[in-house]
């Protein structure tokens, strides 16, 4: 990289992390949004009086999730497609652009905290067309049984009208459920998705191009800079793990999944777009990922696994209806593991981050304090730097870990029968020659080939 090149990078990274931190200190004070500084896009909470102090914890939870607009700073955004369904009401589609960044209601329809929500008892007038929102109202409510949940309402016309949450298919599992609409929009993490997969085909199908054009000659340009990762992917993860009969079936899929999560970790490692999206952080679609890789291991198990999965030979019938019940779990744990792994990391990552950039308003005391916001300026800016660099380790290590794991799932359930018994007769024999030497290789297991 030349010096200029160089120049240019440091550049932009600094003015990367000032626009960051504007929009943190923008979404952090009480005259953008709500009394207990949650970032909302209404320029005004109901509840607001002047200056509110700076909510870290508020700030760096709504940058974690999913949006359905790239916000920079203040009122400057990039929109994205909107498309929504409510039955009885049909589709109402657009630009995220159209909601004034809160202040326009369309259809029932409501931008709050970065996301779309709607009135959800209100009149027929108001469900129809464009009414002026005036501000949002956040209230923090307690049942019985001690749970808290928050409660949002939208102004109009003097009147306060309970906003239901976006639709999320869990069952209430992770807090979520399924509401008066139906949310199909093109969020950040779909558009980053998208990105990811356009950017992967753009870039293998020119280094299959390359391949065709330098058959039987060296590499040269993008296939030179490729090959190095494709070679390792095969000797380091699908032939180790699948074995050399089999691994040619999944390489691709290993390929797939490998880049794939590592372009979507990259991307959330820049403060702005195209990046800024928490990808791999939503534990959505992390399981989404791990089930895939679930299935296709699974769907390809031969009889050999399903006999050692659901009635093992070899042990007394008295004891195999538990070892059932446990390698059926297990089939279910695996993929868990997996999923949550990828979203733990990840999200742990950027909580850090964010949590460092928030040191300069927290020791500022939102600008009063110019001593303070200058001290933890220095202060968060260097170990901002160090984790970004610990980061970007980390979105390589997660994306080999899932894939290696994904690897490993599908060479069980691909594993001949005859492979696996020679290699727990050489086992054997590693722990009997082991114990005459006065020593003991124990767990030794040759993988398959």
């Not at 409660?151 to 807090?175: F, T, W």
């Not at 992967?200 to 993008?222: C, F, Q």
């Not at 679930?294 to 030979?313: D, E, I, Q, R, S």
Request: negative net charge; contains cysteine; charged residues 15%.
């Amino acid at each position: 990289m030349t010096l200029r090149a160089r120049f240019l990078f440091l550049c932009l990274c600094c003015l990367s992390f000032v626009a960051f931190g504007q929009e943190l200190n923008d979404r952090g004070t009480a005259g953008d949004h709500g009394a207990e500084g949650d970032a909302t896009e209404v320029h005004m909470s109901c509840d607001s009086h002047g200056e509110e102090e700076y909510d870290p914890a508020g700030v760096i939870l709504h940058h974690i999730s999913d949006a359905n607009e790239f916000h920079f700073f203040g009122d400057l955004t990039i929109p994205l497609p909107v498309i929504l369904y409510a039955p009885g009401h049909g589709f109402t589609t657009g630009l995220s652009s159209m909601f004034h960044h809160g202040h326009e209601a369309v259809d029932g329809y409501i931008m709050n905290h970065g996301r779309i929500n709607r009135l959800a008892e209100a009149p027929a007038a108001l469900m129809e067309g464009e009414h002026y929102v005036e501000c949002i109202k956040h209230e923090t409510v307690t049942s019985a049984d001690g749970k808290t949940s928050d409660i949002y309402s939208a102004r109009i016309d003097g009147e306060d009208y309970i906003l239901d949450a976006p639709s999320v298919g869990d069952g209430g599992l992770l807090g979520g459920g399924i509401t008066s609409f139906y949310d199909f929009s093109i969020t950040k993490n779909v558009f980053t998705m998208l990105l990811a997969a356009l950017l992967l085909i753009i870039l293998w199908g020119a280094v299959a191009a390359k391949y065709k054009k330098n058959e039987g000659r060296a590499p040269s340009g993008i296939q030179s800079l490729m090959e190095p990762f494709f070679v390792f992917l095969r000797n380091e993860i699908t032939i180790p793990m699948i074995g050399e009969k089999h691994y040619e079936r999944f390489q691709p899929f290993i390929m797939t999944v490998f880049f794939f999560v590592l372009f979507c970790n990259l991307f959330g490692l820049f403060p702005i777009f195209p990046g800024s999206s928490n990808v791999t952080g939503n534990i959505a679609v992390t399981m989404t990922l791990a089930v895939i890789s679930a299935v296709v291991a699974y769907v390809h198990g031969n009889a050999h696994f399903w006999k050692h999965t659901l009635w093992m030979p070899g042990v007394p019938t008295a004891v195999k209806p538990l070892l059932t019940v446990v390698e059926v779990l297990g089939l279910v744990i695996k993929p868990f593991s997996l999923m949550v792994r990828l979203f733990a990391n990840i999200t742990a990552g950027h909580i850090i981050i964010l949590s460092l950039i928030s040191l300069i308003f927290i020791f500022g005391q939102n600008g009063e304090n110019y001593l303070g916001a200058g001290a933890g300026a220095v202060v968060s800016i260097a170990f901002t730097m160090f984790m970004n660099c610990i980061e970007l380790l980390v979105a390589f290590v997660q994306a080999f870990i899932f894939a290696i794991l994904s690897a490993s799932y599908i060479g069980a359930a691909v594993e001949d029968a005859h492979h696996h018994d020679e290699a727990g007769h050489h086992g054997e024999e590693k722990v009997a020659e082991g114990g005459a030497m006065g020593g003991a290789v124990i767990g030794m297991h040759t993988p398959a080939t």
